[in-house]
């Protein structure tokens, strides 16, 4: 080999490896810039509220991630732009996604609050008010960020035990609240549920009363009912008895005056025994007892006219 042929081959070595490099870092370079493009149209779209729109430049820029912190912090915002408009199931896959890779990141932390916030929406109260302990017991009031997220956590923890008709015990959440974190933005709303709390007591005793009341008239009632039906039925045999009583003695006024006739046919044949009528005839107990029943009626009728029961 010549020495003009080595030079040659040196020159182009020389350029490769001069080159080539050179050439990786402009590559590296244009998917950094590419990576930080399609995040910050992400956040201008989210910002924007147009959050399907910007889970789609979140998802470029996962795929342009260099790194494992850039690739957590696009899932990240994928996730919430998620949350965003509802997809719960999409943002709980990639919660799970985002646990599995980088299960110590400060993302998958935050990601405790977030799926404790989508159970609550779907309604698994008690798996929500753990995963909201859980998150409290990982964070400390460090900064006023910190602070926002731990208070709307208490906040939620009580909106879960509301939501399970654990008034006193959600109480205490609230006014952990209001006590703890003066100035978060869940005051008002934690002052607006204990408002509730005390008027659903409040409701909850004069519907008590309402019902005892209702019971102590319907029994009133009843027993009312019961003492008509009572007099109602004594008057009914009172009534039987004296119309009873009213037939027999007009039976023996008739009987009577049948004796007192007097005997034609005596007259024609052979006289009969005399017959001496009594002076004065025993009181019939039927007129007596006729009396006593129709004094009872009277008795009950005033009774009943007079609401005397």
Same mark, same amino acid.
């Given at each position: 080999?010549?020495?003009? +042929? ?21 590559? +590296? ?13 992400? !956040?201008?779209?989210? =910002? ?16 342009? *991630?260099?790194?494992?912190?850039? &690739?957590?912090?696009?899932? #990240? &915002?994928? %996730? ?33 609050? @977030?799926?404790?916030?989508? #159970?609550?929406?779907?309604? #698994? ?9 859980? #998150? ?10 910190? *602070? ?17 008709? +654990? ?11 209001? *006590?703890?974190?003066?100035?978060? $933005?869940?005051?008002? !709303? ?8 005390? +008027? /659903? ?12 009341? @209702? ?17 109602? @039925? ?8 004296? !119309? ?19 005997? %034609? ?7 009969? $025994?005399?017959?001496? /009528? ?16 129709? /004094?009872?009626? =009277? ?11």
């Amino acid at each position: 080999m010549s020495m003009r +042929q080595r030079r040659r081959i040196f020159l182009v070595l020389l350029t490769v490896f001069v080159l080539f490099p050179a050439g990786l870092s402009a590559a +590296q370079e244009t998917n950094q810039s590419q990576y930080a493009r399609r995040f910050q149209n992400g !956040a201008q779209l989210y =910002g924007l509220t147009r959050w399907q729109e910007a889970v789609i430049e979140f998802r470029r820029a996962q795929e342009l *991630a260099q790194n494992m912190n850039e &690739w957590s912090q696009s899932l #990240y &915002w994928v %996730i919430l732009s998620e949350l965003a408009f509802s997809d719960y199931g999409s943002a709980l896959r990639d919660m799970d996604e985002l646990q599995r890779r980088t299960p110590n990141s400060t993302f998958s932390r935050d990601m405790v609050y @977030h799926r404790a916030r989508v #159970y609550f929406i779907q309604g #698994y109260f008690e798996d929500a008010l753990i995963l909201f302990n859980r #998150y409290n017991g990982s964070t400390t009031d460090s900064d006023r960020i910190s *602070a926002d997220r731990r208070a709307a956590s208490f906040f939620w923890m009580g909106e879960c035990l509301y939501a399970m008709v +654990q008034y006193d015990e959600a109480e205490k959440f609230y006014s952990w609240v209001i *006590a703890r974190y003066p100035n978060s $933005p869940k005051v008002e !709303a934690a002052s607006y549920r204990i408002d509730l709390i005390k +008027q /659903k007591k409040i409701e909850s005793e004069l519907l008590a009363l309402l019902q005892l009341s @209702h019971e102590d008239a319907l029994r009133t009632s009843e027993d009312y009912q019961r003492t008509i039906r009572t007099y109602e @039925h004594t008057l009914n045999i009172y009534q039987r008895r004296i !119309a009873d009583l009213t037939n027999s003695g007009n039976s023996n006024q008739e009987i009577r005056q049948e004796e007192n006739k007097p005997n %034609i046919v005596s007259q024609n044949y052979a006289e009969e $025994p005399s017959y001496t /009528k009594p002076d004065n005839p025993p009181q019939q107990n039927g007129n007596s007892l006729l009396e006593r029943a129709i /004094k009872l009626e =009277g008795h009950v009728q005033e009774i009943l006219e007079g609401g005397q029961w």
